[in-house]
């Protein structure tokens, strides 16, 4: 070979400068490749992302509290399937993606679904992403698929039977200072009890309870007059007083009202040939709002009532979907009386007659008096009301409802007590006494392990909730005085707490209140439990 061929195919063995524009036009291809595919996955990855945010966005608008599927699964008689949920779910996620391009042959499905007192939603979707650079590869399109999941509870159906002990002692005033108040004016028992009356003032029948030669110490025509007292104006009831130092506390009203009492304290203001005035002139409340108020003195069942309206109130601003919450008044002393049955119709006004809420704010007019026989009189006899809400409940035998529809309520019972029982009974009207007046609790004061009518109540699944309202000791104690019952009484306190506590279903559906302002607090705290609750457990 000529030497010049040789050198020349030496050196061409030996140049490597064209070799990097050979060996990148080979890598480009897969390079360029993936970039592609990367550029497509990308779009398919933001299509995937706008698609489940409408999925998401469908599933929790078809729960919301407002929302036709939500309402319509509040309302459902049983389980399954809620159409109007479905409906909804669909619409909002076609919604989200009216307007976005990009894809193609979408299939979206929706399921709303109610068990129990769940509400649960799925919304489901696939769609074709269509690609470019792929297609080099093989590919026509990309296909997303996915899913959204969400749950709320409904709005648990809930029966309050608010069970209100409106006995004797249920009438004390209710602060210290009311009670002195009432001790300053009120003559009742004034020989047993010089530093107010505790027990048996409020007995309206002539010649019941109170009589001038016996325990008044104070002329009032055989009338107690504690309760009348509270009802009326105090600087009014006052100014009628005469100051005469042959009655223990060196006043009387003039004897032109006291042989007309009770009712001169309201007749007309005018003067009498010997005393100076035959009428009092004042004007009675039914219920008394507020405390130290001159209009009245404010008893422990008017702070109660009071906060019962507070709490349909409370009731009302947390309904979810109409009649979610029915309540009714079952006071009691001898018998349970259904005062204002059950009712959903919780919205009215305290001033409204027929309304349960004017029934709760005078609920301080069916205190122990000795004149309702619906109501029976003498005792209080907690053990026999519970039984009796007991029978109104589905009849008083089997299971109660859940909650989960407006056919099956969960039942509450609200005890509202001072939790002394005793089993004396007295004649209405004005009757003779019978039965024992010695103090005890619905435990029989710890002798029993639980307590049976309490027991049958929350047996059945219905749930007993307890606001005691603290006895107050009475002291001095006049041992003369219906049998030593005010020893017996002060003696009883001490076990009253833990029977109340067996009582309810559990530590916390117990709550102790003595203020006006805690018993509208606990009130309403009770409600709030029974609600979260309800929630809970299903």
């Given at each position: 070979?000529?030497?010049g061929l040789?050198?020349?195919l030496s050196?061409f ?8 524009a050979?060996i ?6 897969p390079l360029?490749?993936a970039?592609?595919c ?10 995937k992302a706008?698609l489940?945010?409408?999925?998401d ?6 729960l ?21 949920g479905?409906t909804?779910?669909?619409n909002?996620f ?5 307007g976005?391009?990009?894809?193609q042959n ?12 769940k509400?649960?939603a799925?919304?489901?979707y696939t769609?074709d ?10 590919f ?15 709005p648990p159906y809930l029966?309050?039977y608010?069970?209100l ?15 002195t ?18 027990f ?7 010649n019941?309870a ?5 325990t008044?110490g104070?002329?009032?025509n055989?009338y107690?007059l504690?309760?009348k007292?509270?009802?009326v ?8 007083l ?6 223990p ?7 032109g009202?006291?042989?007309?009492l009770?009712?001169?304290l309201?007749?007309?203001k ?6 100076g ?5 004042l004007t ?5 709002k ?6 009245c003195?404010?008893l422990?069942?008017?702070a109660v009532?009071?906060?019962?309206t507070e ?8 309904k979810?979907?109409p ?7 079952y ?5 349970l ?5 059950l009712t959903?119709?919780?919205n ?5 007659p027929?309304?349960i809420?004017?029934a709760?704010?005078?609920l301080?007019?069916l205190?122990?008096?000795n004149?309702n026989t619906n109501?029976?009189?003498g005792?209080?006899?907690i053990?026999?009301a519970?039984t009796s809400?007991?029978?109104l409940?589905?009849?008083g ?11 099956t309520?969960?039942?509450?019972v609200f005890?509202?007590?001072d ?8 004649g209405?009207?004005n009757?003779?006494w019978?039965g024992?007046?010695h ?5 029989l ?5 639980t ?6 109540l929350k047996?059945?699944?219905?749930k007993?909730?307890v606001?005691?309202?603290p006895?107050?000791?009475i002291d001095?104690?006049?041992?003369s ?7 017996y009484?002060n ?6 707490p ?9 530590a916390?559906f ?9 018993i509208q607090a606990?009130l ?7 609600l979260?609750?309800?929630?809970i457990?299903?």
């Amino acid at each position: 070979m000529p030497f010049g061929l040789q050198q020349c195919l030496s050196r061409f063995r030996r140049d490597q400068r064209g070799n990097i524009a050979v060996i990148f036009t080979i890598a480009a291809i897969p390079l360029i490749s993936a970039i592609g595919c990367a550029v497509d996955y990308s779009m398919a990855t933001r299509m995937k992302a706008k698609l489940q945010s409408a999925a998401d966005a469908a599933g929790i608008a078809a729960l919301s509290q407002k929302s036709p599927g939500f309402l319509a699964a509040s309302t459902m008689t049983g389980n399954g399937s809620v159409t109007a949920g479905v409906t909804d779910a669909n619409n909002v996620f076609d919604a989200n993606m009216s307007g976005i391009t990009g894809y193609q042959n979408l299939v979206r499905s929706s399921t709303v679904t109610k068990t129990g007192i769940k509400l649960d939603a799925k919304v489901e979707y696939t769609a074709d992403v269509p690609v470019t650079f792929m297609k080099v590869v093989g590919f026509q399109k990309l296909t997303v698929t996915g899913f959204s999941s969400s749950a709320a509870s409904l709005p648990p159906y809930l029966d309050f039977y608010l069970t209100l002990d409106v006995s004797g002692s249920m009438g004390l005033a209710s602060t210290s200072a009311e009670q002195t108040r009432l001790a300053q004016v009120n003559p009742d028992n004034y020989r047993q009890y010089p530093t107010g009356c505790a027990f048996a003032c409020h007995f309206a029948p002539q010649n019941s309870a109170c009589t001038n030669t016996g325990t008044q110490g104070y002329p009032t025509n055989n009338y107690c007059l504690g309760y009348k007292i509270s009802r009326v104006s105090q600087s009014g009831y006052t100014s009628l007083l005469m100051t005469n130092n042959t009655y223990p506390k060196q006043q009387q009203l003039p004897t032109g009202i006291v042989s007309g009492l009770p009712n001169s304290l309201y007749a007309p203001k005018n003067p009498g040939p010997k005393s100076g005035l035959t009428g009092g002139g004042l004007t009675a409340v039914s219920n008394c709002k507020t405390a130290g108020t001159d209009d009245c003195i404010q008893l422990r069942l008017d702070a109660v009532g009071y906060a019962l309206t507070e709490l349909f109130k409370t009731a009302n601003e947390s309904k979810k979907v109409p009649d979610q919450f029915k309540i009714g008044l079952y006071p009691f002393i001898r018998y349970l009386y259904a005062y204002f049955p059950l009712t959903k119709n919780i919205n009215g006004n305290p001033e409204t007659p027929g309304t349960i809420n004017y029934a709760a704010a005078n609920l301080a007019t069916l205190l122990d008096t000795n004149v309702n026989t619906n109501l029976g009189s003498g005792g209080t006899h907690i053990s026999a009301a519970l039984t009796s809400v007991n029978s109104l409940i589905s009849g008083g035998t089997g299971a109660v409802g859940d909650g989960s529809t407006p056919t099956t309520p969960q039942p509450y019972v609200f005890l509202i007590t001072d939790g002394a029982q005793n089993n004396q009974v007295k004649g209405v009207p004005n009757g003779s006494w019978s039965g024992s007046n010695h103090a005890t609790t619905i435990d029989l004061q710890n002798t029993l392990t639980t307590v049976p009518s309490c027991e049958a109540l929350k047996g059945r699944g219905i749930k007993v909730s307890v606001l005691y309202i603290p006895y107050e000791k009475i002291d001095p104690v006049n041992t003369s005085f219906a049998g030593n019952e005010g020893t017996y009484a002060n003696n009883n306190i001490q076990y009253i707490p833990a029977s109340l506590r067996k009582c309810a279903s559990s530590a916390d559906f117990f709550r102790t209140a003595s203020t006006p302002q805690e018993i509208q607090a606990a009130l309403d705290a009770m409600f709030k439990h029974a609600l979260r609750t309800a929630h809970i457990t299903h």
